[in-house]
């Protein structure tokens, strides 16, 4: 299983989830999308609908009715309703039962690096887990650090 650390340091996960949402669902994937917060659900729910003109990413609120039809689905917890291999982490609080899941992708900013690090140390020790971590360039850009 392979876990990418995302470190914001210029785009909040606002302005970067929406990408990765768009590569899981290119590759025929689907995505749960989770944070603990309902308001932080709620303003990724409507991020998703209008971050871009141009693109549709088809997602809903978890429980919201038809969860197992959703290629995105966003949660307060680890649970894919929606039958998803992925698993986007968007509070910058790691969870292990992310591991169930094929692909992680652990988003943190510098309010929660701390745990971001432990969390990293901690994967070290699970075998067959593959952990990268990603940094932001001056550009914008991601670059892989680790």
Known sequence: MKVDFYHLTLSPVDRVLPRIAEKVLQSGARLLI???????RDA????????AP???LPHMLAGGGDDTRQPILIGEHAEAANGATHIA??????????LAFERAFHFFDSDTIGAARESWKAL???????????????SGGWEQAA
Request: no cysteine.
């Open 54 to 56: 141009e693109s549709f």
């Open 89 to 98: 982490i968007a509070d910058g609080v790691w969870r292990e039962e992310a």
């Open 44 to 51: 990724l729910d409507k991020m998703l609908w209008s971050y």
């Open 34 to 40: 989770v944070a603990g917060d309902a308001a932080r």
């Open 124 to 138: 070290a020790t699970h075998e067959g887990v593959e952990r990268r971590y990603w940094r932001q360039s001056d």
